[in-house]
């Protein structure tokens, strides 16, 4: 199995910026995507940003494209979230997610992971 640990969340004005941080643990071999995932109070768990581990392509929320950056360090198992221009509507749980069993389903999509972390709360304060 696969642990995930995020950190990094907190409070932050809006216009400020935050890295989140999601260090995987377990069985680390073959991850094929990680993606991050958050959910604000009364809505949807909505999709974030997702990284391919061998590299390639990311992808990224319209609402978040441009302002959030996702990266991974291969070496420490980890995958980050820099997000710039913080606004209230960011306000959530923010929560990493591991493709562990390859599915050819849409790294966008939470039906396309089979790991989760615990998530880190991001604030925004207008």
């Known amino acids: 199995q696969v642990q995930l640990v995020e950190s990094g969340g907190g409070l932050v004005q809006a216009g400020g910026s935050l890295r989140l941080s999601c260090v995987a643990s377990?069985?680390?071999?073959?991850?094929?995507?990680m993606g991050w995932f958050r959910q604000a109070p009364g809505k949807e768990r909505e999709f974030v940003a997702a990284?391919?581990?061998?590299?390639?392509?990311?992808y990224y929320a319209d609402s978040v494209k441009g302002r959030f950056t996702i990266s991974r360090d291969n070496a420490k198992n980890t995958v980050y979230l820099q997000m710039s221009n913080l606004k209230p509507e960011d306000t959530a749980v923010y929560s990493c997610?591991?493709?562990?069993?390859?599915?050819?389903?849409?790294?966008?999509?939470?039906?396309?992971?089979?790991?989760w972390g615990q998530g880190t709360q991001v604030t925004v304060s207008s």
């Open positions: 997610a591991a493709q562990v069993n390859f599915r050819p389903i849409s790294t966008t999509t939470q039906a396309a992971y089979d790991y």
């Open positions: 990284i391919r581990w061998t590299g390639g392509t990311n």
């Open positions: 377990g069985r680390t071999f073959a991850r094929y995507a």
